[in-house]
């Protein structure tokens, strides 16, 4: 077994589910956002070439003929651009020799990392394979990235952002809703919102804040100095931040669980109108449809708000929600109050 065997990260983005996953180097050399508990606890480590594509032979070996009908393949873990250029585009040769049919290759950077390559050498390594880079914007709001300690500035963000798209990579930037809390969802929505204008990334890809265990923003919500948004609330700002995006060709994507309305998306300019009327659609349900929705979607049984007009379906549902209002009733889940606070506490175990 140990022929078959090799380093392999804990992410990636929902869009690579079905990708070779190869490690170039291991966690994250920052690792001190406030909100992220992926890589706490551990030093970030380079790897050599040659130890990254001794694990491209194992993977080969594991994939045996399937390696042949291998697409696209993911670089871990969250920084992958931090490699000298000419030894990630020996990695990417070498990648696409041992997996031949390989016609897309993407990768994590930061904004700070990015801004610092040269055009050329971004060029360079699309001309060597690498077709996308994902990046987590989270806000465009200064104070915000300051109080999260994101440890990027606005300006890193837009000049990291344009220098992708000027190499002619794709680019994935990724947004929080919810991140600024009670105090900063509207700065958070708009700043966010004109960041991206400068940028006209090829995705948004939307990514609703879970404030984990573990992690210092987790204290600050236990101490009272973070109040997290409730699920409306969330909706409310990215209804904000999605009226603001004007001027821009992007694709805003909504592909993980945690956000709540996974059907708003769409390419703008175009489906703008479609999202903020699904937006609509949910911020003008009773309360009892708003809870059932939640709890549906959360559980799978919904994907869109028109499942709910499914009768069986949205009885199922409600007999969940009765059950679980009864337990908090019985105070049988301690910290949760409300059936809001059970699925949160729920999200926060399993995502």
């Given at each position: 077994m140990?022929n078959f065997l090799?380093?392999?990260?804990?992410?990636r983005?929902?869009?690579?589910?079905?990708?070779?996953l190869?490690?170039?180097n291991?966690?994250?050399?920052w690792?001190?956002?406030?909100?992220?508990n992926?890589?706490?606890g551990t030093k970030?480590?380079?790897?050599?070439p040659?130890e990254?594509?001794a694990?491209?032979?194992?993977?080969a070996?594991?994939?045996?003929?399937?390696?042949?009908?291998?697409?696209?393949a993911?670089?871990?873990d969250?920084?992958?651009l931090?490699?000298?250029?000419?030894?990630?585009?020996?990695?990417?040769?070498?990648?696409?020799?041992?997996?031949p049919?390989?016609?897309?290759?993407t990768?994590?950077?930061?904004?700070?990392?990015?801004?610092?390559?040269?055009?050329?050498d971004?060029r360079?390594l699309h001309?060597a394979?690498?077709t996308?880079?994902h990046?987590g914007l989270?806000?465009g709001?200064?104070?915000l990235?300051m109080?999260v300690?994101?440890g990027?500035?606005?300006e890193?963000?837009i000049e990291g952002g344009?220098?992708?798209k000027?190499?002619?990579l794709?680019l994935?930037?990724?947004?929080m809703p919810?991140l600024?809390g009670?105090?900063m969802?509207r700065e958070?929505?708009s700043a966010t919102?004109?960041?991206?204008?400068?940028i006209d990334?090829?995705?948004?890809?939307?990514?609703?804040?879970s404030?984990?265990?573990g992690?210092p923003?987790?204290?600050k919500?236990i101490?009272g100095k973070?109040?997290p948004?409730?699920e409306d609330?969330k909706v409310?700002?990215i209804r904000?931040?999605i009226?603001?995006l004007?001027?821009?060709?992007?694709m805003?994507?909504s592909d993980?669980?945690?956000?709540?309305?996974?059907?708003?998306e769409?390419?703008l300019?175009?489906h703008?109108?479609?999202m903020l009327?699904?937006?609509?659609?949910?911020l003008?349900l009773?309360?009892?449809?708003?809870i059932?929705?939640?709890?549906?979607?959360?559980l799978?049984?919904?994907h869109?708000l028109?499942?709910?007009?499914?009768e069986d379906t949205?009885?199922?549902v409600?007999?969940i929600?009765?059950?679980v209002?009864?337990?908090?009733e019985s105070g049988?889940y301690?910290?949760c109050?409300?059936?809001e606070d059970?699925i949160?506490?729920r999200?926060?175990?399993?995502?």
């Amino acid at each position: 077994m140990s022929n078959f065997l090799y380093d392999i990260g804990p992410i990636r983005p929902p869009s690579e589910a079905r990708s070779l996953l190869i490690r170039v180097n291991r966690n994250c050399p920052w690792n001190r956002c406030e909100f992220c508990n992926v890589y706490k606890g551990t030093k970030f480590q380079k790897k050599s070439p040659d130890e990254i594509k001794a694990d491209i032979d194992v993977a080969a070996r594991m994939y045996g003929e399937r390696r042949y009908s291998v697409r696209s393949a993911f670089l871990q873990d969250a920084n992958a651009l931090l490699m000298k250029t000419d030894e990630l585009i020996e990695i990417l040769n070498y990648l696409k020799e041992k997996f031949p049919a390989i016609n897309r290759i993407t990768t994590y950077t930061r904004s700070d990392t990015a801004a610092r390559r040269k055009v050329d050498d971004l060029r360079r390594l699309h001309e060597a394979g690498l077709t996308r880079v994902h990046i987590g914007l989270e806000t465009g709001y200064a104070p915000l990235l300051m109080y999260v300690n994101k440890g990027v500035t606005v300006e890193q963000h837009i000049e990291g952002g344009g220098k992708v798209k000027e190499a002619g990579l794709d680019l994935s930037e990724y947004v929080m809703p919810g991140l600024g809390g009670r105090t900063m969802w509207r700065e958070h929505a708009s700043a966010t919102a004109d960041v991206l204008k400068q940028i006209d990334p090829d995705f948004i890809r939307l990514r609703s804040i879970s404030v984990r265990p573990g992690t210092p923003l987790y204290e600050k919500m236990i101490s009272g100095k973070f109040v997290p948004l409730t699920e409306d609330e969330k909706v409310h700002e990215i209804r904000l931040f999605i009226e603001n995006l004007d001027g821009i060709r992007s694709m805003v994507v909504s592909d993980h669980l945690l956000n709540l309305l996974q059907e708003v998306e769409g390419r703008l300019p175009e489906h703008k109108e479609k999202m903020l009327n699904a937006i609509d659609n949910y911020l003008s349900l009773a309360e009892e449809d708003k809870i059932n929705f939640m709890v549906g979607s959360r559980l799978g049984y919904y994907h869109t708000l028109t499942e709910m007009k499914q009768e069986d379906t949205y009885r199922q549902v409600q007999m969940i929600v009765d059950s679980v209002s009864d337990e908090l009733e019985s105070g049988n889940y301690p910290g949760c109050s409300t059936v809001e606070d059970f699925i949160r506490k729920r999200m926060e175990e399993i995502i």
